[in-house]
């Protein structure tokens, strides 16, 4: 299996321009969650899907995140318009399912985001 | 605010020392906590985990301790060696809130050779 793939892996961006970052579940995993890494705050909680439904969203900033699971292997983190203070490691991570206390949470590699 | 709290927030070991990294929590509902190892450029992987029935979990040279009644957890490096290098992220979960991982701030471990 391929793993959770995330792209792209670096973006740099200028201010109040658009971020779109992609991510493709393991196959068979039903739940989907996207953290925001920066050394302040660590990983931060931003989303999760379950069955491509949002779940919980209260870790989403402000209205310039959103986030869509359009089927049950994609999801893309928006960012509209982004300023510098976004600049952080953008990880999705997956797994079989959400009711399960024990399922391990699988990571992308991540996209670390650079706005000017 | 942050729902597990981790320490220290870096640590330098020589090689073969023992590395000990600390979490406490308040929410008694949490009732799985992992582990996860985090190497430059890549994302997080789960290391071991344990869940409050046992005090205590091993897994080769790393080591889960649980106090429930402290609300605190602490892993444990034995022998470190310089690929244990990495940065360590301590986690809880509930079912109350969707099993979602509530995540440490992490720890920068340096082994030294």
């Known amino acids: 299996d391929a793993g959770v793939i995330q792209s792209p892996r670096h973006e740099v961006t200028e201010m109040g321009q658009e971020v779109t970052l992609r991510c493709k579940l393991i196959?068979?995993?039903?739940?989907l969650f996207w953290y925001r890494q920066t050394m302040m705050r660590g990983l931060e909680l931003l989303i999760y899907f379950n069955n491509n439904v949002p779940i919980d969203d209260s870790g989403m900033p402000e209205d310039r995140f959103s986030a869509k699971m359009p089927n049950a292997s994609f999801s893309t983190l928006k960012i509209q318009p982004s300023e510098p203070r976004d600049s952080a490691v953008y990880f999705c991570a997956s797994r079989t399912t959400w009711d399960s206390p024990t399922g391990e949470l699988f990571f992308g590699e991540g996209s670390r985001l650079t706005v000017l | 605010q942050q729902q597990v709290k981790q320490s220290p927030q870096s640590l330098i070991v020589q090689k073969g020392g023992i590395s000990i990294i600390n979490c406490a929590y308040e929410n008694t509902a949490f009732d799985y906590f992992p582990w996860y190892q985090q190497f430059p450029g890549k994302g997080p992987a789960l290391l071991i985990a344990i869940r409050p029935d046992v005090s205590e979990k091993k897994e080769g040279r790393f080591t889960i301790s649980f106090n429930k009644s402290a609300k605190q957890f602490s892993l444990h490096i034995m022998d470190s060696q310089p690929g244990d290098s990495a940065t360590y992220f301590c986690?809880?979960?509930?079912?109350?809130?969707?099993?979602?991982?509530?995540f440490g701030t992490g720890t920068s471990l340096t082994v030294i050779p």
């Open positions: 986690a809880a979960s509930t079912p109350n809130t969707g099993n979602q991982f509530y």
């Open positions: 196959s068979g995993h039903n739940s």
